[in-house]
């Protein structure tokens, strides 16, 4: 019997060639790597994540009971990645329109990204299944929330007003993401100004949302 060489993962006893554990954290990473402008969730198979993982399929049941658990847990660990991502550039900017053109910066390279999270949301959001859309609905929802916050945040600093600041907030979140959706397919040399265009319309959402603040104020 071949010993495992130090570091490597010892390969079960009775199927030569595959692993005898594995994390979910790696399961979940293969099942990215499966994934393409054409693969979804939804058209992937128990056995190709099994073999992706080097396990044997019954091994995958020690971690989720069923392809669509996997999917939705990986819908929830893109979604988590790309909050935190998109968070922490907000929160480094420090005007309103550093906070548009970077939030909108970092999701068209997250577009780019290697690590399809972004992918994950967008193609999911679109043709996958019920339940799929709808943990991918969860997660704009967490999105949204979190930039109304941001946003009231910011509108506090610079003493401008909001128009109902959670409409707001979804508002550009739905742009954003239907915008995405539709770019991922397209040749990246028209990211550039993709991304030019999306921050004009986030602006405008914005001014149009404080413009509607000041209507709404009472007049002295």
């Known amino acids: ?8 993962e010892p390969l079960s006893p009775t199927t030569p060639g595959r692993r005898a554990s594995i994390s979910r954290e790696e399961i ?3 099942t990215l790597s499966l994934l393409g402008p ?23 049941y020690r971690h989720f009971n069923n392809m669509d658990e996997l999917a939705i847990a990986l819908i929830d660990l ?32 997250q577009l780019r990204s290697s690590h399809k999270m972004l992918h994950v949301l967008l193609r999911e959001g679109s043709v996958g299944s019920a339940a799929f859309k709808k943990a ?26 909001l128009y109902q600041p959670e409409l707001t907030a979804r508002a550009i ?12 397919d397209l040749p990246t040399d028209r ?8 921050s004009i319309m986030v602006r405008m ?9 000041e209507q709404q104020s009472p007049r002295l």
């Open 136 to 161: 991918v609905e969860r997660e704009l929802t967490f999105f949204e929330v979190e930039l109304c916050s941001d946003l009231k945040r910011l509108a506090e600093q610079k003493n401008t007003g």
């Open 173 to 184: 979140t739905r742009l954003v993401f239907a915008v995405g959706a539709s770019a991922m």
């Open 38 to 60: 054409h693969r979804s969730l939804s058209s992937l198979s128990l056995r190709e994540v099994a073999r992706a993982t080097g396990i044997a399929p019954n091994s995958f």
């Open 78 to 109: 893109a979604g988590t990645t790309l909050r935190r991502i998109i968070g922490d550039a907000r929160h480094r900017a420090t005007s309103k329109d550093s906070v548009v053109r970077t939030s909108v910066d970092i999701f068209m390279e």
């Open 28 to 30: 979940l990473q293969a």
């Open 191 to 198: 990211y550039p100004e993709l991304t030019d265009q999306l």
């Open 205 to 213: 959402i914005l001014v149009g949302s404080q413009s509607m603040s």
């Open 1 to 8: 019997m071949t010993t495992p060489q130090a570091g490597q």
